[in-house]
């Protein structure tokens, strides 16, 4: 996207310019769906062979493959403009409202793993007492996978709330001195000049303006940088702790879930959107 | 969880099945400070009752008094039982063959003292052998004597679930106490589990010290188990509050005040002797004892609303108001507590106790924070415990042989209980438990 100075009318990108981070995002969804489809069948097919747990190994790796290909890209996108990567036009107000410094919050990955193996846990439940066959899903999660899962659960925790504690630290630099001072002197600038008290030159003023939002930036894109390093190490790490067909019953949910509260999510907007313009 | 108090023997990241929701650099700065307070406790009161304990000299005079008493009240000494099988257990461990050959080969009965209380009941267990081989000098091998020390199998699984904090704190301290009558040893067995509030460190703190409170009054003579258990119940309450000024914790509240006022913990504490079961409750953790397939809880829960708990709130002049369910002046859900000063007196910190008779149809006991017992009834947490303990769930769905469990206690865990306290956690989470799950899980049985 365009770094011109005029950036209040260059935030409005329309969605789908060609080579945009919201082109490239519409044409990962379709891969991560069409993922979604290879895993479901795999996990369907497989048949506890060596060979068959090999096949779903390469399959996790593809679509961890898939994840990192997205946060690379997005992390050249923030390079550029990293205002847009924080509130991002191509999600729904859905998304957005549970969104955590430009994306998924990296503690829900253990919500989400808790969930799945519950709700497979309970499934089995009875057989499971009963003496019934091992699932080898997420309801099988052995007593070390649980321990480790627990562990890291807690760094991913403590990792979150340090990011969450610097973007706090950074937002309040919206007020710093300099901030206020500049402030102060543009507007005194679009007032007379008879009635002005500073006499300083527009272009000047301008350039510190410019140069201050420019550091502001510069250290988003940092803590933007941290929390999708964090996401995409909790992601790689979770599946490290499963077995191939369990990391598959894991990333199935992650895709399902991110799918279909994307596809909920807009149409929701869509649906606000016309009740707004019908009033 | 925590570290049920071997944090310091441990190594790896994997080694703890529990959490303090802290990470590694804080767990090496908590390290840090227990490796201080070792040294503390070696002046300190541990550190001096434990040499009592070890050399056997003047001053156990006054252990024994105490045993006497109190072993009066029933002969009926059911030795060895599950020993037996106790001894193969833990000499499948490799690392606590190593520990007991490696002390049998320096000791001569004075071994290292038990200088750091989280120094685990590896090492507390050892102790407690070579203690007994100081009193039996006829036993002949390490082996013999580790019959002697009578420890029933446990384990333990503790996790923060849903919570963003870990909150819960997990004790046990096999062979905790030990009393003697006629050169034979009778040894108790200390479990508890802590559910803190506000934030973890008043758990945290009676993690590290209600064992010790408990081992005191035993020491100092008091023969009534209602009354040692209230009397180191209340000198916990006492610590916490003293030890909010001028301890530096890293803990969320950071104990600032007033924040710290508002902290505090449950506690369940079973002591399990060859003849009771003795059971300190104060708050809503729960102690169940399965008995033949059959669930019996040996504590109630203090909630506001228990009729004879808000007749006492009232009386003191306290409130219950409905908030989210019954609470004490709208705030805390429980209606006694550890710590919670500014609830005091309507937040009482007097445990209720209770003595159970072990019996032959005892299967096991299960304590557990209310992140279990609020998904899972008695019943069924006693039948899935029971289960597991007879072998009846398929081994495939339990434990892969490939793992060893090495969580909490090492070798000292129990696989079968291991495998029922995990269990029990996962069907919690299953279940939605939106709060950190802690499990122990007993193993009475007299024939295995």
Redesign the interface.
């Given at each position: 996207m365009s770094t011109s100075s005029n950036r209040v009318s260059d935030r409005h990108v329309p969605e789908t310019v060609p080579g945009s981070f919201a082109g490239f995002f519409e044409t990962w969804l379709h891969e991560q769906g069409r993922d979604l489809e290879a895993m479901k069948d795999a996990a369907r097919a497989h048949a506890k062979t060596a060979e068959s747990t090999r096949s779903l190994s390469k399959l996790v790796g593809r679509v961890i493959a898939h994840y990192e290909k997205y946060y690379r890209v997005k992390s050249d996108s923030a390079e550029h403009d990293v205002l847009g990567m924080l509130n991002p036009a191509w999600r729904s107000n859905l998304e957005d409202a549970f969104f955590w410094v430009g994306g998924w919050r990296p503690?829900t990955a253990f919500?989400l793993l808790?969930s799945v193996?519950?709700?497979q846990?309970?499934d089995h439940?009875s057989t499971?007492?009963m003496?019934?066959?091992?699932?080898g899903d997420l309801?099988?999660?052995?007593?070390?996978q649980?321990?480790?899962v627990?562990?890291l659960?807690?760094?991913t925790?403590?990792?979150e709330r340090e990011l969450t504690e610097l973007m706090a630290s950074h937002q309040e630099t919206v007020a710093d001195s300099s901030m206020v001072q500049l402030s102060h002197i543009a507007t005194e600038l679009t007032r007379d000049d008879q009635r002005s008290s500073v006499s300083v030159d527009p272009q000047s003023v301008n350039e510190q303006v410019e140069s201050t939002i420019e550091s502001k930036e510069e250290k988003l894109k940092e803590i933007l940088r941290k929390a999708d390093d964090l996401r995409m190490r909790t992601l790689k790490k979770v599946v490290q702790i499963l077995s191939p067909i369990q990391a598959v019953h894991f990333l199935t949910a992650a895709a399902q879930l991110h799918l279909r509260v994307h596809e909920w999510g807009m149409n929701k907007d869509r649906c606000c959107h016309a009740v707004a313009y019908s009033q | 969880m925590a570290e049920i108090c071997c944090e310091v023997l441990k190594e790896g990241?994997?080694s703890?099945?529990?959490?303090?929701?802290?990470?590694?650099s804080?767990r090496v700065a908590r390290r840090r400070r227990m490796e201080i307070r070792r040294f503390k406790y070696v002046a300190g009161v541990s550190g001096s009752t434990d040499n009592d304990d070890d050399g056997g000299g003047g001053d156990s005079e006054i252990i024994d008094g105490t045993k006497r008493q109190r072993m009066e009240v029933d002969n009926t000494s059911s030795f060895p039982r599950e020993c037996t099988r106790d001894v193969e257990n833990c000499v499948s461990d490799k690392r606590v063959r190593e520990i007991i050959s490696a002390a049998a080969a320096s000791s001569d009965g004075s071994d290292e003292k038990d200088n750091n209380k989280c120094n685990g009941h590896v090492d507390k267990k050892n102790k407690s052998s070579l203690q007994t081989t100081s009193i039996c000098q006829s036993l002949p091998s390490v082996l013999d004597i580790e019959i002697f020390s009578n420890v029933p199998k446990f384990g333990v699984?503790s996790?923060?679930?849903?919570r963003?904090?870990?909150e819960d704190a997990v004790s046990v301290h096999p062979s905790f106490f030990r009393s003697s009558e006629n050169s034979v040893a009778y040894e108790s067995h200390y479990f508890a589990v802590y559910d803190g509030h506000g934030c973890s460190h008043v758990a945290m703190r009676c993690r590290e010290r209600l064992h010790e409170l408990v081992k005191e009054e035993l020491l100092l003579g008091v023969t009534e188990w209602k009354m040692a258990m209230e009397k180191s119940f209340d000198k916990m309450d006492k610590e916490v509050i003293e030890w909010n000024e001028g301890v530096v914790n890293n803990c969320r509240c950071e104990l600032q005040t007033p924040e710290c006022d508002a902290v505090g913990s449950t506690a369940v504490v079973a002591i399990v002797t060859p003849q009771n079961i003795v059971v300190a409750n104060c708050g809503d953790s729960r102690a169940v004892l399965c008995r033949n397939g059959q669930p019996f809880p040996l504590s109630s829960d203090h909630k506001p609303d228990r009729p004879d708990e808000l007749k006492r709130i009232q009386e003191a002049g306290g409130r219950v108001i409905y908030w989210d369910g019954p609470r004490v002046l709208g705030v805390l859900a429980m209606s006694r507590a550890i710590g919670d000063y500014y609830l005091k007196p309507y937040v009482s910190c007097e445990p209720e106790v209770t003595i159970t008779n072990r019996s032959a149809e005892d299967d096991c006991l299960i304590i557990a924070s209310d992140g279990l017992w609020d998904v899972v009834s008695n019943d069924t947490a006693c039948?899935?415990a029971r289960?597991c303990l007879r072998g009846?769930?398929?081994p495939?769905?339990?434990?892969?042989e490939v793992?060893q469990?090495?969580?909490v206690g090492e070798g000292m865990a129990d696989k079968a209980c291991?495998?029922a306290s995990?269990l029990l956690?996962?069907?919690a989470?299953?279940?939605?438990s939106t709060d950190n799950v802690s499990v122990v899980v007993i193993d009475l049985r007299k024939d295995t």
């Open positions: 503690s919500h808790y193996s519950g709700s846990f309970e439940f499971l007492m003496s019934g066959p091992r699932t309801g099988d999660l052995s007593p070390s649980l321990s480790k627990n562990d659960q807690q760094e925790v403590k990792e | 990241e994997n703890v099945l529990s959490s303090s929701c802290e990470s590694t804080s699984a996790v923060c679930g849903r963003r904090d870990m039948g899935v289960m009846k769930v398929p495939a769905t339990l434990t892969p793992e469990i090495t969580s291991s495998d995990m956690t996962k069907l989470l299953a279940r939605r």
